[in-house]
């Protein structure tokens, strides 16, 4: 028959119907089933996070608390890199400019050096080589006139300065003038006797050194002019001073510590931190008798100092 639709086929078709219905009875059911317990785990998590029932709530709280957190992890990366980084722009730039500050020193340093202990206007041909004493005690005296106390005082004191950085050379006060000591030998003359010895090389003093082939010390004689009572008592201590300076080997002038004791003469000039360092440099380093500034700049670029 056409068109005809035998029981088996409505059967088979209503079996398939049912089995599809079925299939999608259990489709829906389970989305039906699915959906709830997404629905109900959902919900469940939103009412645990939130705490409260109403979600929009809550999600607007997490949402400022996130916003919250953010700016507060924005605040405490910042706060937190504050201590990291700026300590490494303060500390990493300032360690930079302190080893540099550091080697910019010491090569103002060795320069002083270098003018004090290599150099001098005198043109004579030990000028320009490191001399200095060798022997472990050196006397220091006044070998003619009368120092006043305060002058006296100056003397010593200038003793215990070099004592205080010198490690193998002592110098001590001693104004016996037998047997050729004082080692450097201070002659305080009046002006007519210290202007015709001087030959007007200065009017306060000057320094003259005897010397063994090696260039150690063998003698030094420093002249004073008696005129320097009449100076300020900081100054005429500064000459004293100076001079002496002159008889332990460094026989040049520097004004690149404007200050020192071995710059030109002003009235407001001190025996300060770098006199004392080139002393070290020139007593206790090792720096060879005789070297000349190359040979002293090699040494103490190889012997940092
Ligand atoms: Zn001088």
């Not at 306060?204 to 008696?226: H, P, Q, T």
């Not at 060879?288 to 040494?299: D, T």
Request: aromatic share 10%; proline share 3%; charged share 25%.
């Amino acid at each position: 028959m056409e068109g005809g639709v035998t029981k088996d086929e409505i059967q088979i078709t209503l079996e398939k119907k049912w089995r599809r219905n079925s299939c999608l009875s259990l489709v829906i059911a389970f989305f039906l089933i699915f959906g709830g317990l997404i629905v109900a785990a959902v919900i469940a998590h939103r009412s645990s996070d939130a705490g409260d029932e109403n979600t929009g709530i809550g999600d607007l709280a997490r949402i400022e608390q996130q916003i919250a957190d953010s700016i507060g992890n924005i605040a405490s990366n910042k706060t937190d890199d504050t201590p990291k980084t700026s300590p490494k722009k303060s500390s990493a730039p300032s360690a930079i400019d302190n080893s540099v500050n550091e080697e910019a020193e010491k090569e103002k340093l060795l320069n002083f050096f270098v003018e004090l202990a290599n150099k001098d206007d005198k043109d004579e041909t030990w000028i320009g080589s490191i001399a200095r004493w060798t022997k472990s005690s050196v006397s220091v005296g006044v070998g003619e006139g009368t120092v006043s106390d305060r002058q006296s005082m100056c003397i010593n004191t200038y003793i215990d300065d070099f004592n205080s950085v010198s490690s193998n050379v002592k110098l001590f006060r001693d104004d016996t003038v037998d047997l050729g000591i004082p080692n450097i030998k201070i002659y305080y003359q009046d002006q007519a006797t210290f202007a015709a010895r001087s030959s007007g090389t200065s009017p306060y003093g000057y320094e003259e050194g005897g010397f063994n082939d090696d260039l150690s010390f063998k003698r030094a004689a420093v002249f004073l002019s008696d005129i320097i009572a009449t100076l300020d008592e900081s100054v005429e201590c500064q000459v004293i001073r100076h001079e002496i300076t002159h008889g332990i080997g460094f026989w040049g002038h520097s004004d690149i510590y404007f200050e020192s004791i071995m710059s030109l003469p002003k009235t407001t000039y001190s025996f300060n931190t770098a006199d004392k360092k080139v002393i070290e440099m020139l007593y206790n380093t090792g720096i060879p008798l005789g070297a000349k500034e190359a040979e002293v700049r090699s040494f103490f670029s190889a012997n940092p100092f």
